[in-house]
C-alpha cells in the first residue's frame, strides 16, 4: 500500500463519479475500484447483507479471484462481526485472527490483511466494505476514514436508486391502470 495522504480532492473526484450514477451495480462497483485504486491494496470487496439469511452477499469486488468469492457462505454474526455492529475493524494478520471465517482461502489469496467497514443507513447495517492488503497492514485513521465516507455515499446512493426503482415501478403501473381504465 502507497503511503499516501488520502485527501479532500480525492474524495470530491470519488464521490462526484459515484452521484452521476443510477444504477446500484455500477454504483457498487465504482466504489470497490475506487477504493482499491486510492489505497493501492490487493482488492476490495462490497458485499451487501441478505436479510433472510444473515449472510454477507458479494455485491462487487476489485482484484481477488473467483474462487476467493466462491469460498463459501459468508455470515454477517460470525466473519468480521464486530464491524457491523462497532464500526470499521482492521485485521493486522488474518493467519491469526480468530475473526477471520476462512483464514486459509486467504492465506491462499495472498491476503495478509483486511479493514472492515460497515455501510450503514440509519443504525442499520445494510453490508460491509472490505480493503484487503497482500502485506500486514496497520491502516492508518486516514484509510479509515476514507473508507467509512465512500462505504457511508455508496449505502446512501444504493437506497436512492433503489427507492427511484421502485418510484420508476409505481409510475409504470399506475400509467398502465390509467391507459386500461381509457380504452
Known amino acids: 500500500m502507497r503511503n499516501l495522504q488520502i485527501n479532500y480532492d480525492t ?3 470519488v464521490s462526484r ?5 443510477k444504477d446500484p451495480e455500477e454504483i457498487i462497483r465504482l466504489t ?3 477504493i482499491k485504486s486510492a489505497l493501492d491494496i490487493k482488492g476490495c470487496a462490497l458485499f451487501l447483507v441478505n436479510r433472510e439469511s444473515k ?7 476489485a482484484g481477488l479471484s473467483t474462487e476467493y468469492l466462491n469460498k463459501g457462505t459468508i455470515s454477517a454474526l460470525r466473519s468480521i462481526a464486530d464491524s457491523l455492529q ?4 482492521a485485521v493486522y494478520d488474518v493467519s491469526d485472527d480468530p475473526r477471520i471465517q476462512y483464514p486459509e482461502a486467504a492465506k491462499k489469496e495472498g491476503i495478509a490483511s483486511i479493514l472492515s467497514v460497515p455501510i ?13 492488503t497482500a502485506e500486514k497492514w496497520e491502516f492508518t485513521l486516514d ?3 476514507f473508507v467509512q465516507a465512500l462505504a457511508q455515499i455508496a449505502g446512501i446512493l444504493i437506497e436512492m436508486s433503489r427507492l427511484l426503482k421502485g418510484q420508476n415501478e409505481y409510475i409504470d403501473v399506475l400509467t398502465t391502470m390509467c391507459e386500461s381504465l381509457e380504452m
Open 11 to 13: 474524495l470530491l473526484k
Open 17 to 21: 463519479s459515484l452521484s452521476k450514477s
Open 32 to 34: 470497490v475500484e475506487s
Open 55 to 61: 449472510e454477507l452477499e458479494v455485491a462487487a469486488s
Open 86 to 89: 462497532d464500526g470499521p475493524v
Open 120 to 132: 450503514m443507513l440509519g443504525d442499520e447495517a445494510i453490508g460491509a466494505v472490505r480493503a484487503y
Open 143 to 145: 484509510d479509515v476514514n
